[in-house]
């Protein structure tokens, strides 16, 4: 089984920054890829940025292009992604996700606000 624990979310006024953590405990040799989604209230969960623990394949949400950077330290069984330029339509929980060979793991999620 695989933990996650989030952590890096807070208050920020819009044009700011925030790097979020999730790191993972757990049998974290069986994870193949590491993601984040995020959620707000009457909305669909939608997916955020995606990297690959092999290879260091990266995927992004058209919304996020270009402003949020994922990225991953294998050896601290680590993601994280760096939050730039915020806007107050990126308020919302954000989730970590795996993706491993025995199934998904989701983490409790951390919350990040944007103000106009």
Known sequence: QVQL????GGLVQAGGSLRLSCAASGRTFTINTMGWFRRTPGKEREF??????????TNYADSVKGRFTISKDNAKNTVFLQMNSL???DTAIYYCNVRSGIG???GQGTQVTVCS
């Open 5 to 8: 624990v989030e952590s890096g």
């Open 104 to 106: 998904t793991y989701w």
């Open 87 to 89: 806007r107050p339509e």
């Open 48 to 57: 955020v940025a995606e990297i690959t623990r092999i290879g260091d394949f």
